[in-house]
């Protein structure tokens, strides 16, 4: 990283970047758009190089982070200002993604995609928060701390790990304590509720999984222990319950 980028300390620090007289967009646009290339999985180029590809609604943000991840060996191919103007073939790493950006939710496009997502904010609300990192999102970072910290969360997260912005982690802590906790007469957790939720529609517990992005066996817990928590005889017990009441009042 360089001097300028590690003095910058906020997101200021990208558009100094703008300034070198390189055009970072254009440098392997051909090799990532090629029709022969087809999308694969969990693969690398080399060990201190990742192949990004980078949503980003802010033209100029995103001229400064391309810089930026490029500057540190990474090879940003794709970039868009949404995920709809993403190319419908492109071999990549990991995706770092605008919450902001134009189309589909954070959390939807999040789940949607098989690998890795770095999802960046200006800020966000605590049901964003949880949306997204319950959707699997393996990275999460204020675009304020982003000159500091970028670098180090995609090598955290195509490593293997995940990367918190350390801003966020009392928050997300305090989240979790209130989670576990619950709420309401019977004590039930938001995960439970949202699982809840969805038994009125008579879906199953792969299509409950599907739609929150868990995974079945996940579901099969907070059912259980929701259902426990109600006094409910089974599933078709807990989902007149909710019908009856409303799950907010549970």
Same mark, same amino acid.
């Given at each position: 990283?360089t001097p300028?980028?590690?003095?910058?300390g906020h %997101?200021g *620090? %990208?558009?100094t970047?703008?300034?070198?007289?390189?055009?970072?967009i !254009?440098?392997?646009?051909? =090799?990532?758009?090629?029709? @022969?290339?087809? !999308?694969?999985?969990?693969?690398?180029?080399a060990?201190?190089?990742?192949?990004?590809?980078?949503?980003? @609604?802010?033209a100029?943000?995103?001229?400064g982070?391309?810089r930026?991840?490029?500057?540190a *060996?990474?090879?940003?191919?794709?970039?868009a200002a @949404?995920?709809? &103007? /993403?190319?419908r073939r492109?071999?990549?790493? /990991?995706?770092?993604?605008?919450?902001a950006a134009? #189309?589909?939710? +954070? $959390?939807?496009?999040? +789940?949607?995609? @098989?690998?890795?997502v770095?999802?960046?904010a200006?800020?966000?609300?605590?049901v964003?928060?949880?949306?997204?990192?319950?959707?699997?999102? &393996?990275g999460?970072m204020? &675009?304020?701390?982003?000159?500091?910290?970028?670098?180090? $969360?995609?090598?955290s997260?195509? *490593?293997?790990?995940?990367?918190?912005?350390?801003h966020?982690?009392? =928050?997300?802590?305090?989240?979790?304590m209130?989670s576990?906790? *619950?709420?309401?007469?019977?004590?039930?957790?938001?995960q439970?509720?949202r699982v809840? $939720?969805l038994?009125p529609?008579?879906?199953?517990n792969?299509?409950? !999984?599907?739609?929150?992005?868990?995974s079945v066996?996940?579901?099969?817990?907070h059912?259980?222990?929701?259902?426990r &928590?109600?006094?409910?005889?089974?599933?078709?017990d807990a989902?007149l319950i909710?019908?009856d009441k #409303?799950?907010d009042a549970?």
């Amino acid at each position: 990283m360089t001097p300028e980028l590690r003095d910058a300390g906020h %997101l200021g *620090g %990208l558009f100094t970047l703008l300034h070198h007289g390189r055009s970072p967009i !254009a440098t392997a646009r051909q =090799r990532w758009l090629a029709p @022969s290339w087809t !999308a694969r999985v969990g693969t690398t180029w080399a060990a201190t190089m990742s192949r990004v590809v980078l949503v980003e @609604s802010d033209a100029l943000v995103r001229s400064g982070l391309i810089r930026l991840l490029e500057d540190a *060996g990474h090879d940003v191919g794709v970039a868009a200002a @949404s995920v709809d &103007k /993403l190319p419908r073939r492109a071999a990549f790493d /990991l995706m770092i993604l605008d919450l902001a950006a134009p #189309g589909p939710d +954070a $959390a939807d496009t999040v +789940a949607s995609v @098989s690998q890795p997502v770095l999802v960046l904010a200006e800020e966000l609300t605590d049901v964003e928060l949880i949306d997204v990192l319950g959707a699997g999102a &393996k990275g999460l970072m204020l &675009k304020s701390t982003v000159v500091g910290l970028l670098v180090d $969360a995609v090598q955290s997260i195509v *490593g293997g790990g995940v990367f918190i912005d350390p801003h966020l982690m009392n =928050r997300l802590v305090s989240l979790m304590m209130r989670s576990q906790r *619950g709420s309401g007469p019977h004590g039930l957790t938001t995960q439970e509720r949202r699982v809840l $939720a969805l038994l009125p529609d008579g879906l199953t517990n792969r299509e409950i !999984a599907e739609q929150l992005g868990v995974s079945v066996e996940t579901v099969k817990t907070h059912l259980r222990n929701a259902m426990r &928590k109600l006094g409910a005889y089974d599933r078709i017990d807990a989902a007149l319950i909710v019908s009856d009441k #409303g799950v907010d009042a549970l």
